[in-house]
């Protein structure tokens, strides 16, 4: 009787387990999955193309265009094979398609997906086999579903395996949550319940500030993929926030749908941090681009997908993610101005309705430039040098990277070599504490202790933003080789004439390369370089010439020679320098005659340009910003003294003879308060300031708190 029991319990578990497999599916999850296999359907689909691909696919299921046999790092054309296949796989199951079910296609998938699945290729580079590899395959299994064999679905279930949280490529940043989403995907064609929720949580949790020093969402808004603190921002920050949106839509109104703190956290870090880098939200700025700006086609416009995906899902911020869309199709100027600090990756952004500027440093806690992984951006080595980019209509400097000369990037001071160091010398640490900016978002300086970590050479370099201009300076300047030092004013695309104002006429340039001296101002396409004092500069605006490969050897990189015309201007200081300086200001969206105006009776004053003080008054919005190099003191205009005890950047806003508004921000991060006196009354406490009125000595001593931690670096404004 018990063995009789016993069986009849194993029979029973097996019976309850057999209806368990064959139990309803579950809701949500075949929710999410039916709006991913729609996705994969989206795109149309050409026929006659698929055809072609048929026809061309080979008996052993290779195409003749594609080399199977180079595995490197910088090549692998492997990926094209399932690339082809996904098209194969589409127009196969579509609707519309007059191929849908037809014999030979299916046996032509078969032959390709049977003879990837034989050979399993390994790439050396290994985001192909953890991420691209696996969420090709992944894609063709939930396109062609059960209209693959059995075999055939175990063993593409092995390679797209390889996309799993535990891999050595799932580190924590833009990589984790890509990997995180095709292991999803892989769950989902699986069935995989409790796998596909773990998934889902798991992605949710990675959108969120991490600690100093870890790569991620950095407090400012900026992304770290590696441990080397380099912006990447539109690189893999890009990346990880899509992955993230890519989710919204396929799980809305199930329970996998993500909490609404997450999604608003992540359209902060859209619009303050991606979009924020980019020339009106739209093209990404050349400043904020590592490796990528060697990858032809890299700087054009951004689609819509991610930006109307964050506008659907929530009212949080919709009206500005509705403005990025309107401009990014054509259907909306941009309106929005303002000034931000990324003080976790060194980088400044100024934008007007009329244009975008920034400037690129680095400093001990950060590197200059990604390095050239993959044999990418083989002449980065001065991007980060104080670089500023200018742009007006967001393709300046498009595809201008084959014919560039990359010791004259725009903002930046470099020793002229007879060629650049190698590659493998791009990436190196600072080693100067005083780099940062002060902004109240909107209006802002920027301060840069530049001592160059490849050639014998230092700068104070400052840069100072307003509305209708910015202006430029440098001091300072210290070099003792035979090599020329030069500040590069801007290299981009020549569009029109250049004309030069020297002495008092206007001359416009013929195409050529000359030194030009007694120059008061420079005018190129709409933008004028104006120079307080006549100055000596060198000019070309004619053709450059060079190609892909030199600065990319990926093998898809043209050997091919190109030529543009380039329009270049910079300063050359010389040989042998104990204390050179420059200045000057920088009015883009204006005609020629207001630059010449401008230059006659500007709006701005340059106070200081020192090494130990750097300081400009705007005159019409009644503003000045002052980079402290160290303790000092300066006097203003109206008798105003402002004196610091330690360095830093202050700016001040000005009511008449009264002290409206002053912002600080401490650029070396070793400050807990910022110390400075004023000769004007002023008594007031705050949570975070404290201002004392000394009779005595007719001064107000003021201490501003500043930000710690994660947030060391940032600007603080106090209103009065």
Known sequence: MKKLVIRFLFAFAGIMAAVESHAAPNPDLETVRGRIVAALMLPPVNDAHTKALTESLRKDGKWDDIDYNNLSRTAFQHIQHLHKMIQMSRTFKKENSSLKGNKELKDAIY?????????????????????????????????????????????????????????????????????????????????????????????????????????????????????????????????????????????????????????????????????????????????????????????????????????????????????????????????????????????????????????????????????????????????????????????????????????????????????LPSENEIQKYGSMSFVGAVTDGMYGAVAFDFISPHDPLQARKSWFFFDSEYVCLGAGIKSETDNPAVTTINQCHLRGDVVVGIAKTAQIQAKSERRLNDVRWVYHDSVGYIFPEPVTVNLSNRAASGNWFQINRQSGSSKDELSMDVFKLWIDHGAHLNGAAYQYTVMPGVSRKQVAAAQQNPAVEILSNTPELQAVRHKTLNMVQIVFYKDGYIRLPDKLQVDADSPCIIMLKIKGTDLKEISVADPSRKLEKIHFRINRKIEKKGENFRAIWNKSHKLSEISIDLPQSGYAGESVTVAF
């Not at 390709?112 to 192909?128: G, R, S, V």
């Not at 770290?224 to 989710?247: K, Q």
């Not at 902060?268 to 060697?294: E, F, H, T, W």
């Not at 976790?344 to 007007?352: F, K, N, W």
């Open 111 to 419: 032959r390709a997906l049977d003879f990837w699945l034989a050979h399993n290729f390994i790439a050396e580079n290994w985001w192909y086999n953890e991420i691209a590899t696996p969420d090709a395959i992944t894609a063709i299994l939930l396109i062609m579903d059960e209209d693959l064999t059995a075999s055939q679905i175990e063993k593409a279930l092995s390679i797209a395996a390889r996309a799993h949280i535990d891999a050595k490529g799932a580190r924590q940043s833009g990589d984790r949550i890509k990997i995180a989403g095709i292991q999803a995907k892989n769950a989902l064609f699986k069935r995989d319940a409790a796998t596909f929720d773990m998934l889902m949580k798991l992605i949710e949790r990675e959108i969120r500030f991490v600690p100093p020093d870890q790569r991620g969402m950095q407090y400012d808004y900026s992304f770290h993929h590696r441990d080397d603190h380099v912006n990447n921002t539109l690189a893999y920050g890009t990346s990880y926030a899509s992955t993230f949106v890519e989710w919204l839509p396929y799980t809305d109104g199930t329970r996998h749908r993500f909490s609404e703190q997450a999604v608003e956290l992540l359209i902060d870090y859209y619009l303050d941090g991606i979009c924020k880098q980019m020339v009106y939200g739209k093209y990404p700025d050349p400043s904020a681009a590592n490796r990528d700006v060697s990858r032809r086609g890299y700087g054009g416009p951004r689609g819509t997908a991610t930006t109307e995906c964050l506008a659907a899902a929530t009212e949080y911020r919709k009206a500005e993610l509705l403005e990025i869309i309107d401009i990014r199709k054509g259907r909306g100027k941009p309106a929005h101005s303002f000034g931000k600090f990324f003080w976790r990756s060194e980088y400044y952004t100024c934008q007007r309705p009329n244009y975008f500027t920034s400037v690129r440093m680095f400093s001990t806690r950060n590197a200059n430039m990604e390095q050239p992984h993959n044999e990418e951006g083989l002449m980065n080595h001065h991007r980060g040098d104080g670089t500023n980019y200018l742009s007006q209509t967001g393709v300046e400097y498009f595809d201008l990277a084959p014919v560039y000369d990359w010791q004259k990037i725009p903002g930046t001071t470099v020793l002229q070599k007879a060629s």
